[in-house]
DNA sequence: CCTTTATATACCTTGACACGTATATGCTCT
DNA sequence: AGAGCATATACGTGTCAAGGTATATAAAGG
């Protein structure tokens, strides 16, 4: 799963998906890249479950699929908690700080 | 930044230092690694930003950084919109089902 | 000082993967 | 049926990164 997203074009393509469906040649042109290598990415992204495609005649349009990159949210999910934490820490701190300094200068922190 | 996160054993040791500060060799320990390993992966994350140590006498004491996940926490966002509206959108349907159906049984979906 | 403990680095080998080029598959339209 | 477009796949090549083993650096303690 990381190393799907690991790979910059692919995230490329994901980032364009995530607006509407493409067609192969439309990502094709819109990022610039040849046409196997886009064929190859999707082929990799699709088999990790990242996006799937319908048929359109000779076409092939592609969409996003939520479930994997939901999970790398969900692995962020304990990270978040500590770095909001820190943020929590960092306040306390200056607001002590605050209490500290407010009976030299007459001002405080606004909340 | 997604290549760092890529690789298994450095997750398991992000996922460590969630907690709290390590040592290399509690690193070691804790995910039965070998400490040249240990060692690399945590030079990787720390040039990566990662991490970071202070020296505790022999021993190095390995803490996270909070910037380069929020970086890719932030990079999830529009996929976040995007998954969300399609659960919006998922819910608009069933109610537009709730309201052809109620009409024949008499129960109400529950909100 | 010398040994032990803790960590870092050097070197080598191996495997995976991304790319380019060429070619195959498949659909459409005349 | 044949030409042309859209997409997929096959193959060969180069690169890079991870692991293992050995060794270097450095501090602690007797």
Not at 47 to 68: C, H, I, M, N
Not at 89 to 106: I, S, V
């Amino acid at each position: 799963m990381f190393e799907i997203i690991a790979e910059p074009n692919r995230r490329a393509i994901l980032s364009l998906l995530v607006s509407s469906q493409q067609s192969v040649g439309e990502i094709e042109r819109q990022l610039r890249m040849p046409q196997p290598t886009v064929s190859k990415h999707l082929r990799v992204l699709r088999e990790a479950g990242f996006v799937e495609s319908t048929v359109d005649a000779q076409r092939r349009l592609y969409r996003l699929k939520p479930e994997p990159l939901q999970e790398v949210d969900a692995w962020l999910a304990p990270f978040r908690r500590f770095w909001s934490a820190h943020v929590d820490a960092l306040e306390r701190h200056l607001d002590r700080m605050d209490q500290l300094t407010q009976t030299k200068r007459k001002t405080r922190r606004r909340r």
